[in-house]
């Protein structure tokens, strides 16, 4: 009988191209050409806000017929997120945005001109402070006036009747088991008053480092004292903050209004200013954020956008928003009847504030300032030379982190990418023998199949990573990255010049990650095989029951679980610490310490991988014979002998995977480290991929800094999974 000749898989492949060229058409449709009666908002509130603001885009809509898209996105990618959107001409036709980051959006030609949206004639409309900054020096508009951002004393009106005179005032009204004040003690944004009353900054001229000197000294020691004392509870956050405000632990909060939006109905407060200090030569003024509606490239030539944009600043919609934030617009100031009483004390507390830099720096500073906190908070002793100290350290760090003027003929990279190239092509070739390739004709009917994976994976895996790697030979910001070749990795593998081993080098983050790795690995293991002997045993009840209350903790979300952890650790208010105070052990300052900070890491990650290999090796265990180990039973074999000479052995072959690929997920476990420590303390307990993080998007957003440090972790895990697939090989 003649065989069938196999049909050709043209027809396969043609359909494929088809689809994904009809799918990059489409979404190029969708981004590259807007509906002319569409416009897209971008923000990031939450809340009130966002509600308000929703409603604000259905208003608009139904009153003008034009359509109105109101996008919220979460505020730690939101940055992120629009310059890789707007750069590629997508994203946002309008979007809401603080003030500090406009002198960066323009360098990144991120955005245009907002003359339409914010006529001269309209400034006096707005607060002087918001119009200052919304224009160039110049005077041309970039953005219209859109809300003020800044914090301001809430009181408990029951727990504290008078309303403090001063800061000193303020501390000393105290309380059984209420804390006079509470705020975030250990953040840059809300420590910046006591900077600036004592005469600091954050940035000096000519983007200098700020936070050094006397002013700054004074002002750590003096957030450091009402810790100390009692004033203040120690390493609060936002969240908890809130939490003992409205549970009438905290007499008195510094925070921002969305508190005030969320407090229970008939709450007693009352939001003032932030009172004098008297021992400050000057008033502790806090950060003032304006917030901008800012328009893309892309709406320049479509006066409907700046029409709406308009429209949102406007009379009539500031009195809609004027109940949810504290607008920019003058006029709903002026009618008591619109205003509630706490967003006008917010008012007048933005009025007092100090706006922040616009320039780029600024945003680098946030983090070894807020070390530089937490180091005195956390040291066992803070005189006046040990907080120099702390400072000078912030200082070198900030210094460290600027980037480097590396650049590097593209040259010499060319011919080695054409050499690797040329060798690759010679190596196949020579593996391509003859009768590969009439395999490959003769399956090529079974190719057409797997022909839509391979475009998948080809578009998500394969082009990010070549599009990482890439990067990585390039150094400066993202829209001035001039070609370095190999200066990223020379820099990252010679620690920058400094110590091999000191603070936050290649080879001390390495070390750390791969205790990181190795301990939790270890206790995955060994707790998962413990739990699956256990359920594997033929008299076990309830089984099902056991094995899924076990899996839980693999089915909850990673950074539900960090953030839970967390709290549970925090050394004032933590379950654990709790727990200790209960049998009569002192509290633990978990994140104070590296081997603590480090041991509550691997705590909560070894509670999210346990579940893993307990399902792995319950699976494997069904594979072991039942005739093997009777015959061991019978011959005497003790229990201990059956698992170590039979079971385990059996168990290796599919062992040996789940622990690459439980090792590959640890290594690069972001999550877990960078929510529950935070790289506490002092960066010690970061690993190499909170390090690239930390590059990216808090030390002068270096990208081709950061992706040098993704090939790096890309080039370890490789080598360790192709050196434990040969040990595996051999070993069998």
Partial sequence: MKAQKPRAPWKAWFLAFSLLLAAVGLVASDCKAPAANRIVLWHAYRGAEEEAIAQLGARYQAETGTAVEVLAVPFLAYASKLSSAIARDQGPDVFIDAHERLSSYREEGLLARAEAAFPKYDIDRYDSIASTVARDEDGAAWGVPFALKGVALIVNTELMPELPASVEQLVKARNDGVFPLAYESESAYVHAPWLHAFGGAMLGPNDAYGFTGESARRSVAFARGLVSSGVVPNGADGALVKQLFESRKAAAIIAGPGVVSELPPHFPYQVVPLPPLRAAPSRPDPFLTVELLLLTPRTASRPEVSAFARWLASDEAAKLRVRAQVVANNQPWHDDTVVPVAMRAFHEAALRSRPMSTRAAMRATWEPVEQAIRGVMRAAAADDAAIDAIL??????????????????????????????????????????????????????????????????????????????????????????????????????????????????????????????????????????????????????????????????????????????????????????????????????????????????????????????????LGALTNVPKDVLEAADIDGATPWQRFSRITFPLLLPQLVPAVVL???????????????????????????????????????????????YAVLIFGILWLTSRLSRRWQAEST
Avoid: C
């Fill in 392 to 617: 000078a350290e912030s200082r070198r760090r900030f210094e460290s982190a600027r980037p480097r003027a590396v650049s590097a003929s593209p040259t010499r990279g060319l011919v080695a990418l054409g050499l690797g190239l040329l060798l690759t092509a010679i190596a196949l070739y020579r593996r391509a023998k003859p009768r590969f390739w009439s395999g490959v004709r003769a399956s090529a009917g079974a190719y057409a199949y797997v022909v839509y994976a391979t475009i998948a994976v080809f578009v998500l895996v394969v082009l990010p990573l070549v599009a990482g790697a890439v990067m990585s030979f390039f150094a400066g910001p993202r829209h001035q990255m001039t070609y370095a070749g190999l200066g990223n990795y020379v820099d990252i593998l010679t620690a920058r010049g400094g110590p091999l081993f000191g603070y936050g080098s290649f080879y001390r983050t390495l070390l750390v990650t791969v205790a990181w790795t190795i301990a939790n690995v270890a206790l995955h293991v060994t707790i998962g095989l413990g739990l699956a002997l256990l359920l594997s045993r033929p008299l076990l009840r309830a089984k099902g029951v056991y094995r899924t209350l076990l899996i839980v903790p693999w089915a909850v979300p990673s950074y539900v679980t960090a953030l839970a952890y967390k709290g549970m650790f925090h050394q004032q208010f933590g379950a654990v610490n709790a727990i200790l105070r209960k049998v009569g052990a002192e509290p633990v300052a978990w994140f104070s310490h590296f081997s603590t900070a480090f041991a509550a890491n691997v705590a909560t990650n070894v509670w999210l991988g346990f579940p893993f290999m307990m399902v792995v090796i």
């Fill in 662 to 708: 439980g090792a590959v997920w640890t290594f690069n476990m972001f999550n877990v480290v960078f929510l529950v420590s935070g790289g506490e303390p002092d960066n010690q307990t970061d690993i190499l991929v909170s390090e690239a993080y930390r590059w990216a998007f808090t030390r002068h957003a270096q990208y081709g800094y950061a992706a040098a």
